[in-house]
Nanobody
């Protein structure tokens, strides 16, 4: 059973930057496409960025040009560099499998990102 642990969130002013990390333990994630998702209370979880095992990336329109997803397959890590943050980016951010791979049933605890105006 894979355990996903997200970290790096915090409180930042609009225009600032944060770098999120996701560490997977228990099994390799290197063969899977991974994604960063975010959720605001009362709303559905939203997929904001994906990266294939080979490193191809894709982004939701709302974050394109501001967020960059990357991965370190040797260390079982996935990152999300977030620049030019906006108050509407405020959410709990999670990582999990994505694209053609069904997300793991057990999600990590997520990491809270709060952007003040």
């Amino acid at each position: 059973q894979v355990q996903l642990v997200e970290s790096g969130g915090g409180l930042v002013q609009a225009g600032g930057s944060l770098r999120l990390s996701c560490k997977a333990a228990g099994s390799t994630i290197s063969i899977y496409a991974m994604g960063w998702y975010r959720q605001v209370p009362g709303k559905q979880r939203e997929l904001v960025a994906t990266i294939t095992s080979g490193g191809s990336t894709n982004y939701a329109d709302s974050v394109k040009g501001r967020f960059t997803i990357s991965r370190d397959n040797a260390e079982n890590l996935v990152f999300l560099q977030m620049n030019s943050l906006k108050p509407e980016d405020t959410a709990v951010y999670y990582c999990n499998r994505a694209l053609q791979y069904v997300p793991y049933v057990v999600w990590g605890q997520g990491t809270q990102v709060t952007v003040s105006s």
